[in-house]
T-cell receptor
């Protein structure tokens, strides 16, 4: 069974801290790994990773994939209260319509 | 980013009625759209893959006769919850996936979700 596991499930830090969110996976037919941010409503796209070792950056957020060890990390530096959200990791599969398998999410809370 | 809309955003209905939720891909044509269900503080669970012009593909354990999916055009998919019961109350989210020519075929863009409450 395809599985995506995120850790920690919940994290509370102070504004300005740096956080690292983890995502490991066990799937057949891996194609890509995606990170989403979910606040009150639907997830918004952050990154898509397909190659090992290539860091993707967007402002204070960055992410990298290790296809040998089957995991990815999402880093957020100089956190702000607006970063508070659930961060979802999903793996895209090479099959059919290339559906996504989601992890449980990490609930990140940034306190002022 | 891409825009996907859902309507309605919130619906409250009586047990036994049917509810239709629309999902529109506004920025690109989508041959494939997905329907998810999300329980409070849980992750997204894929219900079905909606294919334009053909039958939807349902995940194991999802009743196709209860959750009717129609993908009549390249920009619209609908999910109808038939004979809704309180246990169907949930947050339903659709997503839309650009085609291979877009250069981003794996990226799904999500709608804002529909919160269904069945009394």
């Amino acid at each position: 069974e395809d599985k995506v596991v995120q850790s920690p499930l919940s994290l509370v830090v102070h504004e300005g801290d740096t956080v690292t969110l983890n995502c490991s996976y066990e799937v057949t037919n891996f194609r890509s790994l995606l990170w989403y941010k979910q606040e009150k409503k639907a997830p918004t796209f952050l990154f898509m990773l397909t190659s090992s070792g290539i860091e993707k950056k967007s402002g204070r957020l960055s992410s990298i994939l290790d296809k040998k060890e089957l995991f990815s990390i999402l880093n957020i530096t100089a956190t702000q209260t607006g970063d508070s959200a659930v961060y979802l990791c999903a793996v895209g599969l090479i099959q059919g319509a290339q559906k996504l398998v989601f992890g449980q999410g990490t609930r990140l809370t940034i306190n002022p | 980013g891409a825009v996907v809309s859902q309507h309605p955003s919130r619906v409250i209905c009586k047990s036994g009625t049917s509810v239709k939720i629309e999902c529109r891909s506004l920025d690109f044509q989508a041959t494939t759209m997905f329907w998810y269900r999300q329980f409070p503080k849980k992750s997204l669970m894929l219900m079905a893959t909606s294919n334009e012009g053909s039958k939807a593909t349902y995940e194991q354990g999802v009743e196709k006769d209860k959750f009717l999916i129609n993908h009549a055009s390249l920009t619209l998919s609908t999910l109808t919850v038939t004979s809704a019961h309180p246990e169907d109350s949930s947050f339903y989210i659709c997503s839309s996936k650009p085609g291979p020519a877009s250069g981003r075929p794996d990226t799904q863009y999500f709608g804002p979700g529909t919160r269904l409450t069945v009394l």
